[in-house]
């Protein structure tokens, strides 16, 4: 079984300062990692993913994220938070399931970010 | 980039009629589609996964009478909730996985359909 589970449910911070969003992941095979960000009223924006190669992602907008297998967690991060950059955030954890099936996305609960000036 | 495209964006019905949502990928072909369905303030639960050509796969608990899933071509999936109640009120999304050489099976998310139910 995989789960996923986001640290804070809403995250506060004012323009310029450093977004971290964090995501811890259980898994009992090797996961793929990712984050999406989703505006009000619309669907998912993939940012960034994680597939086994480097451990520090980078993916758009300026985000990037580091798997830590030791930690089990897969942390967002962006240096200098922009007033765009408030929106929900969702951690999700893939697991390859064999064969030609390549697993189920489970997704977090989701954080919100405010962005404030 | 791979888009994916929800039609109704909005639909506002009253309870006990069926409503049609339609999930399509615009510019890549999708053996297999997923449904989410997303409460106000919540996560997206897995309802279904749609496979072109087949029937669709259930989540535990999703009621495949009630959430109808047809996934007649390569390009589209519909999802027909039928004697809508109150409680389906929610907001749909859809995903498509694309499969193709560059993708690496990722999944293409829809813009969401919000379903209010009277």
């Known amino acids: 079984a995989q789960s996923v589970t986001q640290l804070g449910s809403h995250v506060s911070v004012s323009e310029g300062a450093l977004v971290l969003l964090r995501c811890n992941y259980s898994s009992s095979v090797p996961p793929y990692l990712f984050w999406y960000v989703q505006y009000p009223n619309q669907g998912l924006q993939l940012l960034l993913k994680?597939?086994?190669?480097?451990?520090l992602v980078k993916g758009i907008n300026g985000f990037e994220a580091e798997f830590k297998k030791s930690e089990t967690s897969f942390h967002l991060t962006k240096p200098s938070a922009h007033m765009s950059d408030a929106a929900e955030y969702f951690c999700?954890?893939?697991?390859?399931?064999?064969?030609?099936?390549?697993?189920?996305?489970?997704f977090g609960q989701g954080t919100i970010l405010t962005v404030h000036p | 980039g791979a888009v994916v495209s929800q039609h109704p964006s909005r639909v506002i019905c009253k309870s006990g009629t069926s409503v049609k949502i339609e999930c399509r990928s615009l510019?890549?072909?999708?053996?297999?589609m997923f449904w989410y369905r997303q409460f106000p303030k919540q996560s997206l639960m897995l309802m279904a996964t749609?496979?072109?050509?087949?029937?669709?796969?259930?989540e535990q608990g999703v009621e495949k009478d009630k959430f109808l899933i047809n996934h007649a071509s390569l390009t589209l999936s519909t999802l027909t909730v039928t004697s809508a109640h109150p409680e389906d009120s929610s907001f749909y999304i859809c995903s498509a996985r694309n499969q193709g050489p560059y993708n690496n099976n990722e999944q293409f998310f829809g813009p969401g359909t919000r379903l209010t139910v009277l």
């Open positions: 994680y597939t086994s190669a480097a451990t």
């Open positions: 999700a954890v893939r697991t390859y399931a064999g064969g030609t099936s390549y697993g189920k996305l489970t």
């Open positions: 749609s496979n072109e050509g087949s029937k669709a796969t259930y």
């Open positions: 510019d890549f072909q999708a053996t297999t």
